[in-house]
């Protein structure tokens, strides 16, 4: 049985830091690109980053571009999202999601063609 679980959210001030972090188990991580999306309440899903299965090739959503950072810990079967320069317009709910590729698709952002999602992680930045 698969499972994704992401940890590390909470409320930080604005300019402030945070990590998140996404264990999976029950599947080969290193055989799937993994993404994280985000959903602030009554907004539609975004695609935040997306990494290839390597780690080799990470993108990025432009509102967090520079901002944050993805990475992976194959060994550990976890997945990373430093996010630095926290604004009130990142609070959302923090998914992370594995694909069904290596790679990371030309439409990665939009949440298609990923098989296992986890249950998410609140993420608050207060002004």
């Known amino acids: 049985q698969v499972q994704v679980v992401e940890s590390g959210g909470g409320l930080v001030q604005a300019g402030g830091s945070l990590i998140l972090s996404c264990t999976a188990s029950?599947?080969?991580?290193?055989?799937?690109?993994m993404g994280w999306f985000r959903q602030a309440p009554g907004k539609e899903r975004e695609g935040v980053s997306c990494?290839?299965?390597?780690?080799?090739?990470?993108y990025y959503a432009d509102s967090v571009k520079g901002r944050f950072t993805i990475s992976r810990d194959n060994a550990k079967n976890t997945l990373y999202l430093q996010m630095n320069s926290l604004k009130p317009e990142d609070t959302a709910m923090y998914y992370c999601?594995?694909?069904?590729?290596?790679?990371?698709?030309?439409?990665?952002?939009?949440?298609?063609?990923?098989?296992?999602w986890g249950q998410g992680t609140q993420v608050t930045v207060s002004s």
């Open positions: 999601a594995a694909s069904g590729t290596l790679y990371c698709s030309a439409s990665w952002y939009s949440g298609f063609n990923y098989n296992y």
């Open positions: 029950g599947l080969t991580f290193d055989d799937y690109a």
């Open positions: 990494i290839t299965y390597s780690g080799g090739s990470t």
